[in-house]
């Protein structure tokens, strides 16, 4: 038992329980929110949804499915969604309206407060309310009472009438998570909504019936609109049920996990490396004390047992302990991610823990299991021949059955065969190409170490030098493992940072940050003028055609055609169509002929669109215009410059073939800071207008990025750990060489001096290559990502390089501290009988 005891307090075993703990710990905590995400759609389908059916149209509902809704006995609510400007003294604020009808919401309340959000106080009365608000009143999300500096009981100036501040909005079940809702929420009673002026043509709304019922009835109703909505051919509007509410906000969430899982992965296979060397450090050790067991007749299924109880004691502990840091990661991660997850999520199931169970002794067996097999059937002769002899096919198929059962359990914590897929292969291919690089510098400076060239650079580095070229496998370990972890916290860090400010460096300083919309044909040239005298300057208006699309080369079009994603909602959505005789100044042309003057119907088709629809030119298509259909070939692709932040189109025709269809006109323009009252100028004369603050909005995409970077790095803090954990782990395995070293070199005379620049030498140029490999990675993919995807071009190469040469220096100097202070303390006796 003493034994025993003493056994698990050896080194080697605490950096397999540290490196099994941190694996766990990385993917429970991914585990764990994906778990509790997945049970708020199982358990809140019905509030998230506030209903148990819904419907979502782009044009008013038809009067058909409420017709049947009321035949079938449903309860029956309706909101209308849309942009509106909002006023207040002298500010105003771009906010997403909802107006909503007396029944809502069908299931879930909402949560308001009638205090005023802006106190100190932050015990606020919160109170449960279904309905809508009283007529004449609204409530607000409190980042308008913030923005417009006002309180409840104010007055708020929305399209052609004034409504009094009733309430603020706390809770909004069925918000979701679309880019609209980045603006506040504003909500009026459906009752006051025609009175307000806003809705007309060109205006972006989004129609909800919701419905309740029995399961029986709701099913019943739902095959039928299923069935109605396909004979009819409606387009632009969708069902959505307890399976798939909030498709947005699911999607949104979903990419969140998988970078979050993408780095939680690079942690395990990372940990799975360094109890692979903690492991074989620890049978290196206890080979002799084994031999020697056998030589008292232990038998080998005695020592194999032994092994497995000690691998079973610390795989148990290890993954409640990291299961309960993933825990509290999960619960930090939730808070970092804000704004992504609304609403209180529910506790986790059980399941996360069962499996980080699972996941940690299948890693034990997997990579700390075969070398403790080989432990078992060491020979006695060992004692002599100091050699193990052959590994075992028993163990081979240990590891090929753990590294397998590894997989399949990542698999399930991503919920993701090709994410699993592409992390491992690019794990693996970046292992590889770090570990050939770093052996191929090793060995350069190994050849040219022994060269007369470097006879004059010193005996401490001469040395270090050649000390790692006979640890090259060692070596190799060491800078691979390293420099992914620095490559992934760098390449976070770039995202985060350089690659926006490079963004923002190739905006013009006098690019458009506001776009006007919406507006009608009889305000085209009051407009010009008050964007003229207010300091503005002459801007040019462009004609705006809703028109959906309908036929491609005389074949009807529908989403279920497509595979992507991005090619369903482009056909099942309204197009924004122009018109214009003149090339877009912004646009190149790619292929065809610009039809200019030509005045017969055309289309000129931005490249984007036309590769995600399979478009090339010639190629006919048909939009239905306001009930009209319009049929025109393509002509001509363009490429736009979205960087611009001028007013860009997908599909552009001549004038004459768009002129006689009911049309909105659209600009963009810039407004210095000193001019915002124009805002306010523009929103009171014509209410029906929608200004967009591009700045206020790339602020809110920023806030987001930063959340989702932050979450990323609370998790590479594990990655970086691991990373640090397999340095320990490459050292320990090479301690004895290091010290055979030491012994010869203090028997020579060498000084403590140079056994400590010797052992920093070696370290600093293990952190040094890590670093500059790891930086170099990083550069490459950010440049890329900018260049091919974001099409801006990134220069902070030697920023990153320098930043990671740092980094790497500064974690090897931490994890070599020990075995430099060892060597330095340490006699020739004490040094030969460490080795």
């Known amino acids: 038992m003493l034994t025993f005891a003493k056994e698990l307090r050896a080194k080697e075993l605490l950096w397999l329980f540290i490196a099994l703990v941190l694996s766990v710990a990385a993917l429970s905590s991914v585990s764990f929110l994906a778990d509790r995400l997945q049970r708020s759609f199982e358990i809140d389908g019905r509030t998230l949804l506030a209903s148990d059916l819904l419907i979502a149209a782009d044009q008013p509902i038809s009067a058909q499915l409420i017709e049947e809704a009321n035949a079938k006995k449903l309860g029956i609510a309706q909101t209308v969604v849309f942009p509106s400007m909002v006023s207040h003294g002298g500010e105003s604020k771009l906010s997403s309206l909802k107006a909503v009808s007396n029944a809502y919401p069908l299931r879930g309340t909402l949560q308001i407060s009638r205090q005023d959000t802006l106190s100190k106080d932050k015990d606020l009365s919160v109170i449960e309310v279904t309905g809508m608000p009283p007529k004449n009143t609204v409530w607000v999300d409190p980042a308008v009472l913030i923005s417009l500096k006002a309180k409840i009981g104010d007055r708020l100036i929305i399209g052609d009438r004034q409504f009094q501040i009733d309430a603020v909005i706390i809770r909004e079940l069925d918000r979701g998570a679309a880019f609209m809702n980045f603006a506040p929420r504003v909500m009026i009673a459906l009752d006051d909504l025609a009175s307000t002026g806003l809705i007309g043509f060109g205006s972006r709304v989004t129609y909800r019936l919701l419905l309740s019922g029995s399961d029986a009835q709701i099913k019943s109703y739902q095959t039928w609109a299923t069935g109605f909505i396909e004979q009819q051919k409606l387009r632009g509007i969708r069902i959505e049920s307890l399976e798939n509410a909030q498709p947005v906000m699911r999607k949104t969430l979903e990419r969140a996990e998988r970078f979050l899982s993408i780095v939680a992965l690079m942690t395990a296979l990372i940990c799975a490396l360094a109890i692979a060397l903690a492991a074989r450090r ?137 994410l699993l897929i592409w992390v491992t292969v690019c794990f693996g291919l970046g292992a590889i190409a770090f570990a050939a690089l770093a052996y191929l510098g090793l060995w350069s400076l190994g050849r040219f170490a022994q060269s007369s060239h470097l006879a004059n650079i010193g005996f401490a580095l001469r040395f270090a030098i050649s000390a790692q070229s006979r640890r090259a496998a060692f070596a190799m370990i060491q800078v691979s493992s390293l420099a992914l972890a620095i490559m992934a916290l760098l390449l976070i860090f770039l995202l985060r940072q350089d690659l926006l400010q490079s ?62 994603d991005n090619a369903k909602r482009l056909v099942d959505r309204e197009f924004n169509l122009s018109y214009t005789s003149i090339f877009p100044t912004d646009n190149q042309l790619v292929s065809g002929r610009w039809f200019g003057e030509d005045s017969r119907p055309q289309i000129s088709l931005e490249t984007g669109i036309a590769k995600t629809l399979g478009l090339s030119l010639g190629d006919q298509m048909s939009f239905d215009i306001a009930g009209q259909t319009i049929t025109a070939p393509i002509t001509s692709l363009r490429k736009l410059d979205w960087g611009s932040m001028q007013v860009n189109f997908f599909v552009i025709f001549p004038p004459e073939a768009l002129k006689s269809f009911p049309q909105s006109w659209i600009t963009s323009y810039h407004q210095a800071k000193n001019l915002e009252s124009l805002d306010i100028q523009l929103a009171q004369r014509y209410p029906n207008l929608t200004i967009v603050d591009i700045d206020n909005s790339l602020r809110q995409i920023q806030e987001v990025l930063n959340r989702l970077a932050s979450a990323l790095g609370l998790l590479l803090a594990f990655t970086l750990c691991a990373a640090i954990l397999v340095l320990f782990a490459v050292l320990g395995s090479t301690q004895d060489d290091r010290f055979r070293d030491a012994a010869l070199l203090k028997a020579m005379g060498t000084s403590k001096q140079t056994l400590s620049q010797l052992v920093f030498m070696e370290l600093a140029a293990i952190g040094l290559i890590s670093g500059l490999l790891g930086g170099l990675a990083a550069s490459a993919s950010t440049w890329a990502l900018g260049r091919y995807l974001l099409e801006i071009e990134f220069y902070s190469f030697a920023s990153a390089i320098a930043l990671g040469m740092l980094i790497g220096l500064l974690m090897s100097l931490i994890a070599g501290a020990q075995l430099q202070r060892k060597i330095q303390s340490a006699s020739t006796m004490d040094c030969l009988r460490a080795a």
């Open 282 to 418: 620890y049978v290196l050790k206890q080979a002799d004390i084994s031999a020697v067991w056998k030589c008292f007749g232990a038998s080998q299924g005695m020592i194999l047992r032994r092994q497995l109880y000690l691998l079973a004691a610390i795989g148990l502990v290890a993954s409640f302990s990291g299961a309960a840091i993933g825990w509290f990661a999960q619960e930090s991660l939730m808070q970092l991610l804000g704004g992504l997850i609304r609403g209180n999520l529910p506790a986790p199931s059980i399941w996360p823990m069962v499996w980080s169970i699972i996941f940690a002794l299948l890693l034990l067996l997997g990579f700390a299991g075969p070398p403790m097999l080989t432990l078992s059937q060491i020979s006695p002769l060992r004692l002599v021949r100091r050699e193990f002899g052959r590994v075992p096919f028993a163990a081979q198929s240990m590891a090929a059955f753990g590294l397998l059962s590894c997989l399949a359990l990542i698999f399930w914590a991503t919920r993701d065969w090709k």
């Open 503 to 564: 963004w923002q460096a190739n905006v013009p300083v006098d690019a458009p940050n506001r776009f006007l919309i919406n507006i009608q044909n009889d305000q085209r040239q009051t407009v010009r003028q008050m964007l003229d005298t207010g300091g503005v300057g002459q801007v040019q208006l462009y004609p705006m055609v809703r028109g959906r699309l309908t036929q491609i080369n005389g074949r009807e079009v529908m989403p279920d055609q497509y595979q992507s």
